[in-house]
């Protein structure tokens, strides 16, 4: 399976808001309503952020929402924070295996 | 509540072979619908899904690494053994071990990771 496609970069100031996009195929995203996402800040462990597409773990600010179009999901942030500056990856469910994006790094300006 | 941690040896020789254990709490693979993954990430890369054992002993791997790995667990010690062959630099990285459901299919927790360097 290949990677999932995400920008390499994304930045807002603090309040607006932005979007992540994570492009797939129809073996993955486009198959499956079962797309998640992790936050990674420097040095820890990934903490998911979204889970079946569009749904928040308990605790996980209400800021962050996901949605998904065709073989393409995407979370938006918003009211970005200083706290949101990390690098943030998806992932599909893409049968018996996962695929992660390659990664953006969010940044706070 | 759910704990994983990962164990095993820092530095590896190329060719050698790996072996990690992922050792957690608060949960039970014996319980239906629980599953264990691994999951890699190369220094400054992104993260890369390498295998997945179930709680009916049912076992998934990355399609470009199969042939390298073994996933295994002991159930009684609450712990999940992965076994890399054949390792080289490019395998250097952080090792994480995750837990997830077949129901939900996403990873809810996570070890801290370790990092294996393989280098001679």
């Known amino acids: 399976q290949s990677a999932l496609t995400q920008p390499a970069s994304v930045s807002g100031s603090p309040g607006q808001s932005i979007t992540i996009s994570c492009t797939g195929t129809?073996?993955?995203?486009?198959?499956?309503?079962?797309v998640s996402w992790y936050q990674q800040h420097p040095g820890k462990a990934p903490k998911l952020m979204i889970y079946e597409g569009s749904k928040r773990p308990s605790g996980v600010s209400n800021r962050f929402s996901g949605s998904k179009s065709g073989n393409t999901a995407s979370l938006t942030i918003s009211g970005l924070q200083a706290e949101d500056e990390a690098d943030y990856y998806c992932c599909s469910y893409a049968g018996s295996a996962y695929v992660f994006g390659t990664g953006t790094k969010v940044t706070v300006l | 509540q759910v704990t994983l941690r990962e164990s095993g040896p820092a530095l590896v020789k190329p060719t050698q072979t790996l072996t990690l254990t992922c050792t957690f709490s608060g949960f039970s693979l014996s319980t239906s619908g629980m599953c264990v993954s691994w999951i890699r990430q190369p220094p400054g890369k992104a993260l890369e899904w390498l295998a997945l054992?179930?709680?009916?002993?049912?076992?998934y791997y990355s399609t470009s690494l199969k042939t390298r790995l073994t996933i295994s667990k002991d159930t009684s010690k609450n712990q999940v053994v992965l076994t890399m062959t054949n390792m080289d630099p490019v395998d250097t990285a952080t090792y994480y071990c995750?837990?997830?459901?077949?129901?939900?299919?996403?990873?809810?927790?996570w070890g801290q990771g370790t990092l294996v360097t393989v280098s001679s």
């Open positions: 054992i179930d709680w009916d002993d049912d076992k």
């Open positions: 129809s073996s993955d995203v486009g198959s499956y309503n079962l």
């Open positions: 995750a837990r997830t459901t077949d129901y939900s299919e996403n990873f809810d927790y």
